[in-house]
């Protein structure tokens, strides 16, 4: 099943509900107004099962025209991000490495994302925006050092995300990335969480980015360096994974920095990331109104 967090247009209000497809139209249910909190909440009292029931009695009273689509966990404590991930992804790099022994690792702030069918913002200070396209991990059930057999116990579900990168601010420190990666909202996270019963294989989830419609990232999680459980184990054994986290599993080559010459994104353009059987996220490219 899956589930959106929304802001209602007419009201301001936020919420959270069911997502129903039906003859390629999308209508969400109102599961907040009357239960309260908000996803992570659900996630944290392992009661996603509760969650699907009241859903599937629940009406659909929102065409998707009538709100705002908002990351899905909102008042989650971390978002870890790994980077370098697929094997052709570390190659694209032409720098005679050999594969990584560990993941690269980085965190981003809720700001610095937006939601589906939002834009992503290009700032003043560079015209270097580039797009990638994942898969999302969102924890259910929280832990310390948890055995790589039993990680995928630990999934709630999964999102996609447009991790923006400004590849020319990654660059200001030798050491860090943290600057080029957490520009307000030069990232996409959505459309909405789809509950962890609906994958059969981690290790079998098709992931394609195209930008106006060409296709520039095409890959399968088989071709991962680091696994969805091994990410989840190793993380762990530094910090505490808790309910609502959300883990970026890494890009695909083809991102535009990789080209020759490089293609960045230019206001206008339109990104979508298909995976996992989410869906599809979509979004635009503005440049920031100062």
């Known amino acids: 099943m899956k589930f959106s967090t929304y802001k209602v247009k007419?009201?301001?209000?936020?919420?959270?509900?069911?997502?129903?497809?039906?003859?390629g139209i999308i209508t969400i249910s109102d599961i907040g107004k009357s239960h309260g909190g908000d996803l992570r909440e659900w996630i944290e009292e392992d009661s996603i099962d509760e969650l699907k029931n009241i859903a599937e009695k629940a009406s659909h009273l929102y065409h998707e025209n009538e709100i705002e689509y908002m990351v899905p966990i909102q008042s989650g404590e971390k978002i870890v991000c790994i980077g370098v991930n697929y094997a052709k992804r570390n190659a694209e790099y032409k720098d005679?490495?050999?594969?990584?022994?560990?993941?690269?690792v980085f965190l981003r702030y809720l700001d610095s994302f937006t939601g589906h069918k939002e834009n992503m913002v290009r700032p003043p200070e560079s015209d270097k925006l580039d797009y990638e396209g994942e898969i999302v991990i969102?924890?259910?059930?929280?832990?310390?050092?948890?055995?790589?057999?039993?990680?995928?116990?630990?999934?709630?579900?999964?999102?996609?995300?447009?991790e923006g990168t400004l590849r020319d601010?990654?660059?200001?420190?030798?050491?860090?990335?943290?600057?080029?990666k957490n520009f307000e909202k030069s990232?996409?996270?959505?459309?909405?969480?789809?509950?962890?019963?609906?994958?059969?294989?981690?290790?079998?989830?098709?992931?394609?980015?195209?930008?106006?419609?060409?296709?520039r990232q095409d890959d399968n999680t088989s071709n991962l360096m680091f696994p969805f459980d091994y990410i989840i184990s190793y993380l762990s054994k530094f910090m505490t994974l808790k309910p609502g986290d959300m883990i970026s599993t890494g890009t695909p080559n083809g991102a535009g920095a990789r080209f020759d010459p490089p293609i960045y994104l230019k206001p206008g353009d339109t990104v979508e990331?298909?995976?996992?059987?989410?869906g599809i996220l979509r979004n635009g490219v503005i440049d920031e109104v100062l």
């Open 10 to 23: 007419a009201t301001g209000l936020t919420s959270y509900g069911s997502i129903k497809e039906e003859d």
């Open 273 to 278: 990331v298909e995976a996992a059987g989410v």
């Open 187 to 215: 990232g996409i996270i959505g459309p909405w969480m789809m509950t962890a019963d609906e994958v059969t294989d981690y290790k079998n989830l098709s992931i394609q980015t195209r930008v106006n419609g060409e296709i």
């Open 96 to 104: 005679n490495s050999d594969a990584p022994k560990y993941p690269s």
């Open 138 to 162: 969102i924890i259910g059930k929280g832990g310390r050092r948890i055995p790589i057999e039993q990680a995928h116990d630990h999934i709630a579900g999964l999102t996609l995300m447009n």
């Open 169 to 180: 601010w990654v660059r200001h420190a030798k050491f860090n990335v943290t600057q080029g």
